[in-house]
């Protein structure tokens, strides 16, 4: 991943939130490895960044990569964060990802792991572009709600339909569904109870829940018309129950990714519900929050100059404000951190009535250790 492009990291982040999803409640890990530190450094910090813990295996191709300095440097740094562990993610929106969609859409048209080639990488896993992102029918759609999300810094949990319970969704206030062309009765049956109950559903695509999970023909749109929507082409916005359906036949996922048509998806995820987060940082940061076992709130968020312990002194106010945002309400109050270019992070200031100092590396409020931030990144939290 070293010569990755911004599109191929964020397609990692997607695969890692989805390993998080499909773990459910039991702890999801992620195998990090890199030939150069920097790049090691960066897939250990995404995976941290989407709920994930990294791990690493004793066999002879790494022993002949990273060396035992970044290990020792990287993973004793961990065990100092036990908060990474206990937290939980505490986000407004989830993307549902239908495997039989998948298959029943890509079938066996391409891998569709990352969205480009990488010449440069002699290791990277295809030559073939009709194996990239961009080609593929559901998984452009997919990945490209999850990439216009996170352009638009909305926080979102990938939410496999085995997991679609009505407990799953009811930590939600806005459900993505893209392309899902086959869907169970039992899925179907939970997005309408979802919605009834005064949750949101952005669907894309034509042929919405025409089939089962199965393939057998149900004969037309009927998660649409199981959520009480007449299937149509243009995109459309309607209440449904307590809650409101926005649906359209364009996959504009698939047109946000691929560059043809990006103004409808950002225009409805930049519109989702109030900001969990408002934020200056570059579009290609994918933020996460987070609350601890503890009730604590923290965010995170990847940095690819890597993860470094804090040196010199402590924020000015940072151990007077540590808890400043537990337990608090949605509304203007929330965290706004501040940090300067290419300034370490001795350098963040925090600001707001009731900001708390967090890291941006995962861990809990106040904790010791502290991302280097490259570049200029403003994030506000409101509870």
């Given at each position: 991943m070293?010569?990755?492009?911004?599109?191929?990291?964020?397609?990692?982040?997607?695969?890692?939130?989805?390993?998080?999803?499909?773990?459910?409640?039991?702890?999801?890990?992620?195998?990090?490895?890199?030939?150069?530190?920097?790049?090691?450094?960066?897939?250990?910090?995404?995976?941290?960044?989407?709920?994930?813990?990294?791990?690493?295996?004793?066999?002879?191709?790494?022993?002949?990569?990273?060396?035992?300095?970044?290990?020792?440097?990287?993973?004793?740094?961990?065990?100092?964060?036990?908060?990474?562990?206990?937290?939980?993610?505490?986000h407004h929106v989830a993307v549902l990802y239908s495997s039989a969609s998948r298959d029943f859409l890509d079938q066996v048209s391409g891998v569709g792991l990352y969205s480009s080639l990488n010449a440069g990488d002699n290791l990277w896993w295809s030559t073939t572009s009709s194996d990239t992102v961009p080609q593929m029918q559901y998984v452009a759609d997919y990945r490209g709600w999850c990439r216009a999300l996170i352009h638009a810094h909305v926080p979102f949990d990938v939410l496999p339909t085995a997991r679609a319970t009505a407990a799953a969704l009811g930590r939600y206030r806005v459900v993505v569904v893209p392309s899902a062309v086959a869907l169970s009765d039992a899925t179907m049956g939970q997005l309408a109870m979802f919605v009834a109950a005064g949750g949101t559903v952005i669907a894309s695509g034509p042929d919405l829940g025409k089939f089962d999970e199965n393939g057998a023909d149900r004969g037309s749109a009927a998660l649409l018309t199981g959520l009480g929507i007449t299937p149509g082409g243009a995109w459309m916005r309607k209440a449904s129950g307590s809650g409101f359906v926005a649906a359209g036949a364009e996959r504009a996922g698939r047109t946000y990714l691929r560059k043809e048509n990006q103004q409808a998806a950002m225009q409805i995820a930049a519109s989702i519900t109030q900001p969990q987060l408002v934020t200056d940082a570059p579009a290609a940061v994918v933020f996460g929050v987070r609350r601890t076992r503890?009730?604590?709130?923290?965010?995170?968020?990847?940095?690819?100059?890597?993860?470094?312990p804090a040196r010199g002194r402590s924020p000015p106010g940072r151990r007077r404000s540590s808890g400043a945002v537990a337990g608090g309400e949605a509304g203007d109050r929330g965290l706004r951190l501040e940090a300067g270019r290419r300034q370490g992070p001795d350098q963040l200031r925090e600001q707001g009535r009731a900001g708390a100092f967090l890291t941006g590396c995962g861990g809990g409020v106040g904790g010791h250790h502290q991302p280097r931030l490259r570049t200029n990144a403003c994030a506000r939290v409101p509870y």
């Open positions: 070293r010569s990755a492009t911004a599109d191929d990291w964020m397609d990692m982040a997607v695969m890692m939130k989805y390993g998080a999803g499909i773990s459910g409640h039991r702890p999801s890990w992620v195998f990090c490895y890199g030939i150069q530190p920097d790049d090691a450094e960066h897939v250990f910090g995404l995976a941290l960044a989407t709920g994930n813990n990294p791990f690493e295996l004793k066999i002879p191709i790494m022993t002949e990569t990273v060396s035992a300095a970044y290990r020792n440097r990287v993973f004793n740094w961990l065990k100092g964060e036990e908060a990474l562990y206990a937290a939980y993610p505490l503890d009730g604590r709130c923290c965010w995170s968020r990847p940095t690819w100059t890597g993860w470094a």
